[in-house]
């Protein structure tokens, strides 16, 4: 439906999946698109943008398309996401890690902060820094996944 730029019926698409499957997969990220898009906060380019970025398997290519969207939108938070993604795919962990943090900025939608929370998690070195982020990841539950990632390297630490 968003590709199509049918945001009332996404996120009524959405909201009833959340329904059925509360938190899973990137729902609640979908549900805040689907309203920013909505909203005109960002528009449908930025949106068709984040999906070619997130089909990209090249790290190299993905992390130039990334830095370049940025560039356009610097407060899109999921960007931020496969920004270290990408940084983490070409072995860059500290600049990964970086990237993570400041998507925690502008995360707005649970789905997106707990991932980011996640990965900020997984690569801090700083034991009490790790453990906040992931107590924070599996406490939010805005991924299912990711909480449920979280919580088990929480008992694994």
């Given at each position: 439906m968003l590709y199509l730029s049918d945001c009332e019926e996404a996120i009524r698409c959405f909201q009833e999946a959340d329904l059925l499957a509360p938190g899973w997969n990137s729902c609640h990220t979908d549900i805040w698109l689907a309203e920013q898009l909505k909203a005109g906060t960002i528009t449908h380019s930025d949106f068709l943008s984040l999906r070619r970025i997130e089909s990209q398997k090249a790290p190299f290519t993905r992390l130039q398309m990334t830095g370049a969207a940025?560039?356009?939108?610097?407060?899109?938070?999921?960007?931020y996401f496969l920004n270290g993604e990408s940084l983490f795919d070409l072995g860059k962990e500290a600049e990964a890690r970086l990237a993570y943090e400041?998507?925690?900025?502008?995360?707005?939608?649970?789905?997106?902060?707990?991932?980011?929370?996640?990965?900020?998690?997984?690569?801090?070195?700083?034991?009490?820094?790790?453990?906040r982020f992931l107590r924070q990841a599996a406490e939010l539950q805005g991924d299912l996944l990711n909480a449920a990632m979280a919580s088990y390297l929480l008992r694994k630490a």
């Open positions: 940025l560039m356009e939108n610097p407060t899109l938070a999921p960007l400041r998507g925690l900025h502008y995360a707005e939608d649970e789905g997106t902060r707990t991932r980011l929370l996640l990965k900020c998690g997984m690569l801090e070195t700083d034991r009490e820094k790790k453990e």
